[in-house]
């Protein structure tokens, strides 16, 4: 079992840049598959990011591809969401996520997802 807990969100302006972190504990952090979501009022959770368990491998939602980058450091059981060029709509609370699996593809899906963290606000402004 992991536990996780999200940090980093905040309130910056749009064009801004803002590095939220996941830190986990348990002790086979390195089996975990680990993916962000967002949530925005009103809407449903959408898939923004996930990285392997090996960190080989990344994937990101349409919305987001070529402004956030995930990345892993499993000696330090954290993982990242590095966002650059932010812009109002990206405005919601990010949740980290983990699966124990050790497939060769990326989980996309919130329901792939066991584990939850508690989530961080990002607001960004216009």
């Known amino acids: 079992q992991v536990q996780l807990v999200e940090s980093g969100g905040g309130l910056v302006q749009a064009g801004g840049s803002l590095r939220l972190s996941c830190a986990a504990s348990?002790?086979?952090?390195?089996?975990?598959?680990m993916g962000w979501f967002r949530q925005a009022p009103g809407k449903e959770r959408e898939f923004v990011a996930a990285?392997?368990?090996?960190?080989?491998?990344?994937y990101y939602g349409n919305s987001v591809k070529g402004r956030f980058t995930m990345s892993r450091d499993n000696a330090k059981k954290t993982v990242y969401l590095q966002m650059n060029s932010l812009k109002p709509e990206d405005t919601a609370v990010y949740y980290c996520?983990?699966?124990?699996?050790?497939?060769?593809?990326?989980?996309?899906?919130?329901?792939?997802?066991?584990?939850w963290g508690q989530g961080t606000q990002v607001t960004v402004s216009s």
């Open positions: 996520a983990a699966a124990e699996s050790r497939a060769t593809m990326v989980l996309i899906s919130v329901g792939q997802y066991a584990y």
């Open positions: 348990g002790r086979t952090f390195s089996s975990y598959a």
């Open positions: 990285i392997r368990w090996s960190g080989g491998s990344t």
